[in-house]
């Protein structure tokens, strides 16, 4: 039997964190995921998924994920079920995450909670300085030694590159 869920979309609403009484985290969000297809009305619909995270990835995703948030998620379907104040029996499908990726970088989300989404008109430059600070604010000789650099290492400057045949891995 095979039971695997692979899903990539945002978060509806921030995660939520708790713990079982044995001290187990235990986080539920639910992702946004767009149909492949449009309606009749030209529209794209979206499925909105129950999601549960456990152990250390559930305290990983309440820590950086949040509202908008662009998240993958691997695991598997699990159904569930109880029976409510009523006397109803209330079934429950969700899916239970082995795994959730981060898909954004940690500073392309707005002060506003909005994702980030450059318009066409914005330059390469513009966009990757949303992504990082400029190079002269992280690699200015003296200041900030060891901090990484957000500069495109393919970038060129209109020169051929000069390789050897013997330097390449195929």
Same mark, same amino acid.
């Given at each position: 039997? #095979? ?8 978060? %509806?609403?921030?995660p939520? $964190?708790?713990? %079982? ?25 979206? =499925?909105?998924?129950?999601v549960?995270?456990?152990?250390? @990835? ?11 948030? $662009? ?5 598997? #379907?699990? %159904? ?10 209330v079934?429950? %499908?969700?899916?239970?995450?082995d ?23 914005a ?9 990082a600070?400029?190079?002269? @604010?992280?690699?200015? $000789? ?8 957000f500069? =495109? ?7 051929? #590159? =000069?390789?050897?045949? =013997?330097? $390449?891995?195929?």
């Amino acid at each position: 039997m #095979i039971n695997r869920v692979v899903l990539v979309g945002r978060l %509806t609403k921030n995660p939520e $964190l708790r713990y %079982t009484p044995n001290g187990v985290a235990v986080t539920s969000f639910t992702i946004a995921v767009n149909r492949p297809f449009s309606n009749q009305q030209g529209e794209r619909e979206a =499925d909105f998924i129950p999601v549960v995270v456990w152990r250390r @990835q559930a305290e990983n995703a309440a820590n950086f994920l949040q509202k908008g948030s $662009l998240a993958g998620v691997d695991g598997r #379907i699990q %159904t569930r079920n109880y029976e409510n104040n009523e006397g109803r029996r209330v079934y429950i %499908t969700e899916v239970v995450a082995d795994s959730v990726q981060f898909l954004e970088p940690k500073g392309a989300r707005h002060a506003d909670g909005g994702s980030y989404a450059p318009s066409s008109g914005a330059s390469s430059e513009q966009q990757r300085s949303s992504y990082a600070p400029s190079n002269n @604010q992280t690699n200015n $000789l003296g200041q900030n030694q060891g901090a990484p650099s957000f500069e =495109d290492p393919f970038a060129g400057d209109g020169k051929p #590159i =000069d390789i050897s045949d =013997d330097d $390449l891995p195929f």
